[in-house]
C-alpha cells in the first residue's frame, strides 16, 4: 500500500493549489483550514464561506486506511485484509442563481491483495438551465476524456446522468457530467494515464468554474432567487436521500462536519411548487432528465 | 380487514377536526385540501402555509392496503398475504422561533393473519429550548398516557429519546415526547383503549400546539431567526437521513410531495457552527440529549 501515499501526495498539493485559483476568481473569499484526524485517518477540509462569488463551498482532502469490514468486502466483491483510500471532493455553491452548482471528486482506493482503482467525476447543477453553457460545459469535459480514451466521455457520462438522479423525484441532480468508480488499468490505460485523468480533471474544475464564476455580474430577481433555494432544497434531499458517498460517510461515523460541509448555505421547500408556464424555471424543470446530448444541444427557435 | 375501515373513518374525522383547531388557533392560515390515488391506495393531504402563526405545515390523512412483499414480511417478522394501514401525520413549523415545531402521528396497522397493532406519538422540536416548556409539555402526554396505562408514559418517553436521535450529530433532534410502534392488545389494554389512546393524542394534538402557538407574540432576533434556519436544517438532516417513515416512503414510491411536506420552509447549513458562549443557543445545544426528565427538570440557578 505504500505507493499511495505519492498519490496522496499530488491530491494534497492539487487541494492547494484548487483554492488558490478559486480564491483568486473570487477576488475576497479565503479558504479555511481545519485538519482532522480520527482513528481511520485524517484530512485536511478547506471552506470558503461569504465571498464575493462563492456563498460556501468547501475542498476536502483526505487519506484514511484500515481493517477491510465485511460489508465493505460484499459491497466491493473483493477479499483483502486491508485498505487505505485518499480523494479531493469539492462542492461549491455562489451567491447569485446564475452561478452553478459545482460538484468534483477524485479518489483512489486500494486493497492490499493487489486490486486498486480510480473514481472520480465532475458535474454541474445550475439553478437555471442555460443550454449553451451546460453545452460548453460537457465539451470541456470530453476535451479531458478524449486525451486519455475515446470512450471515456460517452461511459462516464452516461454514468454520471444514471447517477445524479433522485427517483423519488423522478428528475436528475442537474445537467450532469461524468462519474466514474472501479476504474483499473487494463490494456488500453495503465496506471500512470489514469492518475494523469484524475489528475486533469482535479486541475480543469477551477478553471471550468471560474468561467462560470464570471456570471455573478448577471442582475437577478427576488423570484430567481426563491428558485434558487428551491433547488437547493433538491440538492439536499439527493445529498442526504441519495448519494452513496454521503451515506456511507455518515454510516462509517466519518467525520460530519467535514461531509456535510456539502449542504448549502439555505435551502427551501414550498408544497406543490409549480413554477411558471413558459417560464426558465419551467424550461429548467423540463431539461433535467437523462440521456440529453449536451454537446449536440439545438436550441429549438 | 373490514374493521379498519371504521378506524380510517375516525382518523378522517380527527384529520378534520385537528385542522380547524389549527385554523382558528392561526387566525389567518387556511388548509388546502388535496386527494392522492395511487395504486396501493390514497389520501388526503392538508397544506397551510404562510399563516399568522404556523410558516408550513401539514395535516396528512392516508388508508393503503396491498399485498405484504417479503421485503415487509422481514421487516416486520411476520408472514400474511394482505395488510392495510391507515394513520394522520402532522408536522407544523412556525414563523417564530419562540415557536417549537411540533410532529404528531397516529397509525393502525392490521395483516389477514389477524395481528394489528397501533403506533404513534408526539414530539416537540424547540429551536431554542425552555425547560419549563418542555415540562409542560411532557406534563400532557404524562396525562394522556396515564389514563390508559401506568407504563405508558415511561416507556414510550425513553422510545422518542431513542428513536428522534441523530447518530451522526451525537444529539436529539428536540425534547422528545412519546413513541410507539407495534403496540397491540393484551390482557390489561384491549382493542378499544388501543384506538381510544391514539384518538386521545390525535385530539389534544391541536390543543397543545395552540398553547405553543401563543409565543408567536414573543420578539425575537435575526440571530434567533438564523438559529432557527440551523435548527431546521438539523431537522432536514433527521427527516431524510433517519427517519424510517421517510425513508419507507421515498423508497416505496409514495407520493412525494405529500411525504415531503414535513420539510421546513426554509433550512441553513454553517460550517462548523458553534453559538456564542453561555447563550441560549448553547444551553440548546446542552440540552439535545437523550434521558433528561423533563417532567422532574429543576432549572439550576
Same mark, same amino acid.
Given at each position: 500500500?505504500?505507493?499511495?501515499?505519492?498519490?496522496?501526495?499530488?491530491?494534497?498539493?492539487?487541494?492547494?493549489?484548487?483554492?488558490?485559483?478559486?480564491?483568486? =476568481?473570487? /477576488?475576497?473569499?479565503?479558504? #479555511?483550514?481545519?485538519?482532522?484526524?480520527?482513528?481511520? /485517518?485524517?484530512?485536511?477540509?478547506?471552506?470558503?464561506?461569504?465571498?464575493?462569488?462563492? @456563498?460556501?463551498?468547501?475542498?476536502?482532502?483526505?487519506? &484514511?486506511?484500515?481493517?477491510?469490514?465485511?460489508?465493505?468486502?460484499?459491497?466491493? #466483491?473483493?477479499?483483502?485484509?486491508?485498505?487505505?483510500?485518499?480523494?479531493?471532493?469539492?462542492?461549491?455553491?455562489?451567491?447569485?442563481?446564475?452561478?452553478?452548482?459545482?460538484?468534483?471528486?477524485?479518489?483512489?482506493?486500494?486493497?492490499?491483495? /493487489? &486490486?486498486?482503482?480510480?473514481?472520480? #467525476?465532475?458535474?454541474?447543477?445550475?439553478?437555471?438551465?442555460?443550454?449553451?453553457?451546460?453545452?460548453?460545459?460537457?465539451?470541456?469535459?470530453?476535451?479531458?476524456?478524449?486525451?486519455?480514451?475515446?470512450?471515456?466521455?460517452?461511459?462516464?457520462?452516461?454514468? =454520471?446522468?444514471?447517477?445524479?438522479?433522485?427517483?423519488?423525484?423522478? @428528475?436528475?441532480?442537474?445537467?450532469? /457530467?461524468?462519474?466514474?468508480?472501479?476504474?483499473?488499468?487494463?490494456?488500453?490505460?495503465? *496506471?500512470?494515464?489514469? $492518475? =494523469?485523468?484524475?489528475?486533469?480533471?482535479?486541475?480543469?474544475?477551477?478553471?471550468?468554474?471560474?468561467?462560470?464564476?464570471?456570471?455573478?455580474?448577471?442582475?437577478?430577481?427576488?423570484?430567481?432567487?426563491?428558485?434558487?433555494?428551491?433547488?437547493?432544497?433538491?440538492?439536499? @434531499? *439527493?445529498?442526504?436521500?441519495?448519494?452513496?458517498?454521503?451515506?456511507?460517510?455518515?454510516?462509517?461515523?466519518?467525520?460530519?462536519?467535514?461531509?456535510?460541509?456539502?449542504?448549502? =448555505?439555505?435551502?427551501?421547500?414550498?408544497?406543490? $411548487?409549480?413554477?411558471?408556464?413558459?417560464?426558465?424555471? @419551467?424550461?429548467?424543470?423540463?431539461?433535467?432528465?437523462?440521456?440529453?446530448?449536451?454537446? #449536440?444541444?439545438?436550441?429549438?427557435?
Amino acid at each position: 500500500l505504500e505507493h499511495i501515499k505519492n498519490i496522496a501526495a499530488a491530491f494534497s498539493e492539487l487541494q492547494l493549489e484548487i483554492c488558490q485559483k478559486l480564491e483568486q =476568481a473570487d /477576488g475576497k473569499g479565503l479558504f #479555511g483550514k481545519d485538519n482532522w484526524n480520527k482513528e481511520i /485517518g485524517g484530512g485536511v477540509t478547506r471552506v470558503i464561506q461569504n465571498g464575493q462569488v462563492i @456563498e460556501k463551498g468547501a475542498v476536502n482532502f483526505s487519506f &484514511v486506511e484500515g481493517k477491510l469490514s465485511e460489508r465493505m468486502e460484499s459491497v466491493l #466483491g473483493e477479499k483483502a485484509d486491508n485498505y487505505a483510500a485518499t480523494g479531493i471532493s469539492s462542492i461549491l455553491h455562489a451567491h447569485n442563481p446564475w452561478v452553478p452548482t459545482i460538484h468534483m471528486n477524485v479518489r483512489y482506493f486500494v486493497l492490499d491483495n /493487489g &486490486v486498486s482503482w480510480f473514481g472520480g #467525476g465532475i458535474d454541474l447543477t445550475p439553478s437555471i438551465i442555460v443550454p449553451g453553457e451546460a453545452k460548453w460545459f460537457h465539451e470541456q469535459l470530453k476535451a479531458i476524456c478524449d486525451r486519455f480514451h475515446p470512450d471515456f466521455y460517452s461511459r462516464f457520462k452516461k454514468w =454520471a446522468d444514471d447517477y445524479y438522479f433522485l427517483p423519488h423525484r423522478d @428528475e436528475t441532480r442537474g445537467v450532469g /457530467g461524468i462519474f466514474f468508480d472501479r476504474l483499473k488499468p487494463d490494456e488500453n490505460v495503465d *496506471f500512470g494515464q489514469l $492518475f =494523469a485523468f484524475a489528475e486533469a480533471q482535479a486541475k480543469a474544475y477551477p478553471d471550468i468554474y471560474s468561467e462560470f464564476m464570471k456570471n455573478s455580474n448577471k442582475a437577478f430577481t427576488e423570484r430567481e432567487k426563491h428558485w434558487q433555494s428551491l433547488r437547493r432544497g433538491r440538492y439536499v @434531499e *439527493f445529498n442526504l436521500v441519495n448519494d452513496r458517498g454521503t451515506k456511507f460517510g455518515l454510516e462509517s461515523k466519518g467525520n460530519t462536519e467535514s461531509i456535510l460541509v456539502s449542504m448549502p =448555505a439555505n435551502a427551501a421547500w414550498e408544497y406543490n $411548487f409549480s413554477p411558471p408556464p413558459g417560464s426558465l424555471e @419551467e424550461k429548467t424543470q423540463e431539461l433535467l432528465k437523462k440521456d440529453i446530448n449536451w454537446i #449536440g444541444f439545438k436550441n429549438k427557435k
